[in-house]
């Protein structure tokens, strides 16, 4: 739920295939959904219980199964503060259903299996929509991923573009990494302010400056900045790791577009096919794979192909760093 891949029903339906169903006895229902994710039970996860003298939260003894961080986020992912990202069911059988576009209408073809007179399964793709002149004219499965990979091929950057796109990358990175680490001492320096003005609070509650129900009002609102900027903080730290290697896995990955989609588990076909085609892509029987928009990558290398040069000028796209502004004037 803090990932906000899940809304309230699919996060029940994802309990249910990991055993809670069969744990129970019963199919989770929505009302247990709402319990699991009510705030008290969300905070007695987290590891706090509710103050029955001054109002509030006090730090239990028991061990938390969740972060303060994520129950900020499940919160504000519930309340509509953060928006719900896609999750899509997927069949290994007909991994392009949904990117795959029909030629005439432009809706996402389905596919299902036809059964021979033996018992022998014909899987194919065709357009549903009942006014479209392809309702009901069916594309093999075969053909149509065929054509696929084989448009995959053509997308891939070329050798010279990926070595220029390594180390214009890496270069990036160094730069953008010290502007990274400018925010999270800003937000380090935030976090240190807020907690001396929780002390405060506590303070002045210790010397009778606030009465309980002040001391509980300023205490929640001291406690949502903390927490608010803990998350702040840690989305804007980078991990330590070698940057070098990553671009070069990258780059290794992107060298083989076709066979890199065929060796995927099938749960992370959809990741790559929305990377390659963001909005997908038409399909014709006797014209094939349509153009479609490709994602920033791929058109990038596009860009540069039409324009005759063998790798991309980042102009444009990043305010040039002197290195890359001596590269490029030695190239």
Not at 170 to 192: C, H, P
Not at 240 to 248: K, L, M
Request: include cysteine; glycine fraction near 6%; charged fraction near 30%.
């Amino acid at each position: 739920m803090a990932s906000g891949l899940y809304n309230k029903a699919s996060f029940g339906r994802r309990l249910d295939e990991l055993g809670l169903a069969k744990a129970r006895g019963k199919k989770t229902s929505s009302q247990f959904v709402d319990a699991i994710l009510e705030e008290k039970r969300l905070k007695f996860y987290a590891g706090w219980l509710a103050d029955p003298r001054e109002g509030g939260w006090i730090r239990a003894m028991h061990k938390p199964i969740i972060t303060d961080e994520e129950v900020h986020k499940i919160l504000a992912h519930l309340s509509g503060k953060r928006r719900t990202e896609t999750h899509n069911s997927h069949n290994p059988m007909f991994p392009l259903r949904g990117w795959a576009l029909c030629s005439e209408c432009g809706r996402k073809l389905t596919g299902s299996s036809s059964t021979g007179e033996h018992g022998e399964s014909y899987p194919f793709y065709h357009c549903y929509y009942k006014q479209c002149p392809m309702k009901g004219k069916t594309i093999r499965k075969a053909d149509l991923e065929k054509a696929f990979t084989e448009h995959l091929e053509k997308v891939t950057p070329v050798e010279k573009w990926l070595v220029y796109f390594k180390e214009t990358t890496i270069d990036l990175w160094k730069e953008q990494g010290m502007s990274f680490e400018k925010e999270a001492e800003a937000y380090t320096r935030q976090l240190k302010m807020f907690e001396d003005k929780r002390k405060r609070i506590f303070d002045a509650r210790e010397d009778g400056s606030y009465s309980k129900e002040e001391f509980q009002e300023r205490k929640e609102e001291i406690e949502n900045d903390i927490l608010a900027t803990k998350i702040s903080l840690s989305e804007a730290k980078i991990e330590q790791f070698d940057i070098e290697a990553a671009v070069t896995y990258a780059t290794d990955f992107i060298r083989d577009l076709a066979r890199q989609w065929t060796d995927l588990p099938h749960k992370l076909q959809p990741k790559f096919q929305n990377l390659v085609f963001p909005a997908g892509f038409t399909y014709d029987r006797k014209t094939g794979v349509g153009t479609p928009k490709l994602g920033y990558i791929y058109e990038l290398n596009r860009t540069s192909s039409v324009q005759n040069t063998t790798v991309v000028d980042p102009s444009g796209l990043e305010p040039l760093t002197s290195s890359l502004q001596m590269r490029r004037s030695t190239r």
